[in-house]
């Protein structure tokens, strides 16, 4: 079993900056491929990125490419997500997910265990 745990999160201007981080309990976190998902109000979980179990392979949604990065570091048990040039369609909550499979999953259903989320806010 993993427990994930999200900071990092918060109120920023738009084309501001804000690191997210996700600590993950256990000594299995190598083992898996991690995500981000966003979840704004009154609109559906979507996902954000995602990076392979050695952090070589990464894969990002459209609306983050270029202005998102996702890292990990395995002897931390840390996985990080990178918001740069910060837009207010960006508000949502920010939630890490751990997926067993193989491959770069983009599906919610593709993740076994979540955090609990994280809020951010960009404002105009």
């Known amino acids: 079993q993993v427990q994930l745990v999200e900071s990092g999160g918060g109120l920023v201007q738009a084309g501001g900056s804000l690191r997210l981080s996700c600590a993950a309990s256990g000594r299995t976190f190598s083992s898996y491929i991690m995500g981000w998902f966003r979840q704004a109000p009154g609109k559906e979980r979507e996902f954000v990125a995602a990076i392979s179990r050695g952090g070589i392979s990464t894969s990002y949604a459209d609306s983050v490419k270029d202005r998102f990065t996702i890292s990990r570091d395995n002897a931390k048990n840390t996985v990080y997500l990178q918001m740069n040039s910060l837009k207010p369609e960006d508000t949502a909550v920010y939630s890490c997910?751990?997926?067993?499979?193989?491959?770069?999953?983009?599906?919610?259903?593709?993740?076994?265990?979540w955090g609990q989320g994280t809020q951010v806010t960009v404002s105009s």
């Open positions: 997910a751990a997926s067993a499979l193989l491959g770069l999953p983009r599906i919610i259903h593709a993740y076994e265990y």
